[in-house]
């Protein structure tokens, strides 16, 4: 299997893996909270990854292309930690206070992952590596989730949060599935 075959494969991963774990294991009951959030956590470890393959596929002569990408993606790597552990809090249910320390967590920890994202998507948008119209995807889709986590209190996106956050998290997914699609599509760049 080709370096750029796997590269797409765990941008699908990380686009679809979690959405799937939650409908197909979570929400029908076959495994508890607990398991669940783990497998999806395994998923998300996909999107870090991903990104990080295409970090030198085309060397740009432009060193600040090159820092948005790297900043980008190590905003993803916090944010995602943070994600993770805050999923794991919520689904330890150790006591009362798990879920209100999860929440705390949470939505400060997502909001840095998709920054991350939309930080890469610029730099990526100076390099040919994917068509302008999918890096500005990118970069809009999850400046949108960023800011729509960010802006809002906990209490507020604990309450009404899922109507929205729900749409834009599929909607960032399927960029992501795209971008492997187009990741596997791409023609080696030797």
């Given at each position: 299997?080709?370096?750029?075959?796997?590269?797409?494969?765990?941008?699908?991963?990380?686009?679809?893996?979690?959405?799937?774990?939650?409908?197909?294991?979570?929400?029908?009951?076959?495994?508890?909270?607990?398991?669940?959030?783990?497998?999806?956590?395994?998923g998300?470890?996909?999107?870090?990854?991903?990104?990080m393959?295409?970090?030198?596929?085309?060397?740009?002569?432009?060193?600040?292309?090159?820092?948005?990408?790297?900043?980008?993606?190590?905003?993803?790597?916090?944010?995602?930690?943070?994600?993770?552990v805050?999923?794991?809090?919520?689904?330890?249910?150790?006591?009362?206070?798990?879920?209100?320390?999860?929440?705390?967590?949470a939505?400060?920890?997502?909001?840095?992952?998709?920054?991350?994202?939309?930080?890469?998507?610029?730099?990526?948008?100076?390099?040919?590596?994917?068509?302008?119209?999918?890096?500005?995807?990118?970069s809009?889709?999850?400046?949108?989730?960023?800011?729509?986590?960010?802006?809002?209190?906990?209490?507020?996106?604990?309450?009404?949060?899922?109507?929205?956050?729900?749409?834009?998290?599929?909607?960032?997914?399927?960029?992501?599935v795209?971008?492997?699609?187009?990741?596997?599509?791409?023609?080696?760049?030797?």
């Amino acid at each position: 299997m080709t370096d750029k075959m796997v590269n797409g494969i765990l941008f699908i991963i990380a686009g679809l893996g979690s959405i799937a774990v939650y409908i197909l294991l979570g929400d029908t009951g076959l495994l508890s909270k607990g398991h669940t959030e783990k497998i999806a956590a395994y998923g998300l470890v996909a999107i870090p990854l991903a990104f990080m393959m295409t970090r030198n596929v085309e060397k740009n002569a432009f060193i600040k292309v090159q820092a948005y990408i790297d900043s980008g993606l190590l905003l993803i790597v916090i944010g995602l930690i943070m994600g993770l552990v805050s999923d794991a809090i919520n689904s330890a249910e150790l006591s009362a206070e798990s879920n209100s320390i999860g929440e705390a967590i949470a939505w400060t920890g997502w909001s840095i992952m998709y920054l991350g994202m939309f930080f890469t998507g610029l730099g990526y948008l100076c390099t040919n590596l994917f068509p302008n119209w999918l890096s500005g995807l990118l970069s809009l889709a999850s400046f949108v989730m960023f800011a729509y986590l960010a802006i809002l209190s906990p209490e507020q996106l604990s309450n009404s949060g899922d109507s929205i956050v729900a749409p834009l998290w599929m909607i960032n997914s399927l960029v992501l599935v795209i971008l492997g699609i187009f990741t596997i599509r791409r023609k080696e760049l030797d």
